[in-house]
């Protein structure tokens, strides 16, 4: 894929790199050219000094044949403003924006814009450290209907498979985070010790979902 990135600060710059490890182009757009400093050496995508919401500026940065684009500059508007440019004059789907008001973020991604609150993820992030129990939200759809969601589960459940949790809790089991990596169970798969649940779950349901997991399951007589 060739990735337009605007904004060259560390996320920027380190999102950049990751890209290219994985075999795709990168153009990075700042409006300070000293911004570019944070690259490595070793950067071999092109780089654009100005401001990442005007057309000339994203044109040279190959937006017209770009399979994504990210916003990561520090200001909300700006990273707005460029998504929808991105999207809407230009035809990129996959676009995504980091906004710092949560308010806002939660807004535009009703809008259909994906964004990344970064002041709530770090809040999420700390308190989950801090206090493991209780669900925690991983997504959420635009209508708010539906949530993805890491539950805790009672040790109870280890050695009972997938299909007994989801027919106990009325609730679909996405995947697993087992050793660290992303598990995609099947209806026979057993819980392991240490494995990390994620649901997809209606919104509303998410205490009783909780209330369910957080207890043993019922032994069958």
């Known amino acids: 894929m060739h990735v337009v990135i605007m904004g060259c600060g560390r996320v920027g710059s380190t999102v950049a790199h990751i890209l290219e490890t994985h075999d795709h182009t990168v153009a990075i757009v700042d409006q300070n050219p000293e911004a570019f400093r944070r690259l490595q050496p070793g950067f071999e995508g092109s780089t654009v ?23 990561v500059s520090s200001g909300d508007n700006s990273n707005i403003l460029a998504a929808r ?4 004059t230009f035809g990129v ?48 759809d635009p209508t708010g209907t539906v949530q993805l969601a890491e539950f805790p589960v009672s040790s109870g459940w280890i050695g009972q498979t997938v299909d007994k949790l989801e027919d106990a809790s009325g609730a679909r089991l996405a995947f697993l985070t087992r050793y660290g990596e992303g598990l995609l169970p099947t209806a026979n798969t057993v819980l392991q010790d240490g494995d ?11 205490p009783n979902v909780a209330q369910v997991l957080a207890k043993d399951p019922e032994v069958e007589i």
Do not use: C, M, S
């Not at 000094?49 to 916003?71: C, H, K, M």
């Open 93 to 140: 789907d996959n676009v995504v924006a980091r906004i710092y008001d949560p308010g806002r973020a939660e807004v535009y991604q009703r809008l259909g814009i994906p964004t990344v609150a970064t002041v709530r993820w770090t809040a999420d992030q700390i308190l989950r450290k801090l206090f493991p129990e209780g669900a925690q939200t991983e997504w959420v």
């Open 196 to 206: 990390l649940v994620h649901v997809l779950v209606n919104t509303e349901r998410i």
């Open 49 to 71: 000094a100005g401001v990442g919401f005007d057309r000339d500026v994203l044109i040279e940065a190959g937006i017209e044949r770009a399979d994504a684009f990210v916003a």
């Open 85 to 88: 440019v991105a999207r809407e």
